[in-house]
């Protein structure tokens, strides 16, 4: 009984540690308190169901009847935020089996989103953003839009541009871009908007 209490608080402190590691990285749609909550439960009840249905088949077997009557509405924003649930409900499977591999697979996994976002901040200050900014990952973005007179070719280096075209005919440019906060954003339109060839501008926040 000790064994399985450990286990069950095991798993809900890896859920935990999963949840910070995502908050580090920039993934601000996880530091709500319902998703943290998401974290803490969702690999205790999956361990909770494995261990109920171990090596009984037909208790699996109405197990799965009983959870195909239940229907997730919540609209899941991108595909990472799915892989996330799946990260948990597997964490919870691993430490019913083995606690060991639950511990490794939810410090390995929180570890290597770290990594990989410290790496992502890297490439981006040096200007080597081979990973475009999308708006389905959850983050705040600054979206900013502007419309010049003539082809407005020195905004293309930009590294925050998200989408720029030019209508021959009338002899405009419109270019979007992305800022990761209000005073950058804020300081851009500050620096453009007395060009004579600005038509207008938009900042969404």
Request: charged share 20%.
């Amino acid at each position: 009984m000790l064994s399985i209490i450990t286990s069950i608080i095991t798993s809900s402190l890896i859920g935990l540690i999963i949840r910070f590691s995502l908050t580090i990285s920039k993934q601000r749609w996880a530091g709500t308190f319902h998703f943290t909550l998401t974290c803490l439960l969702l690999p205790t009840i999956t361990f909770v169901i494995t261990k109920v249905i171990a090596g009984n088949i037909a208790l699996s077997l109405g197990m799965i009847g009983a959870l195909s009557i239940v229907r997730f509405r919540n609209p899941v924003k991108s595909s990472f935020e799915l892989t996330i649930y799946f990260l948990l409900i597997t964490v919870g499977i691993a430490c019913s089996v083995d606690l060991k591999w639950g511990i490794l697979l939810g410090i390995g996994a929180s570890l290597l989103i770290i990594i990989l976002h410290l790496i992502r901040e890297k490439l981006t200050m040096k200007n080597l953003f081979f990973l475009n900014t999308s708006f389905e990952e959850g983050e705040n973005n600054y979206l900013l839009e502007f419309k010049f007179r003539g082809n407005a070719e020195n905004f293309l280096k930009n590294k925050n541009i998200v989408a720029c075209s030019y209508e021959k005919q009338s002899n405009e440019t419109n270019i979007k871009l992305s800022f990761k906060n209000k005073e950058s954003a804020i300081s851009f339109v500050e620096n453009n908007n007395k060009n004579k060839d600005l038509i207008f501008y938009e900042l969404r926040f």
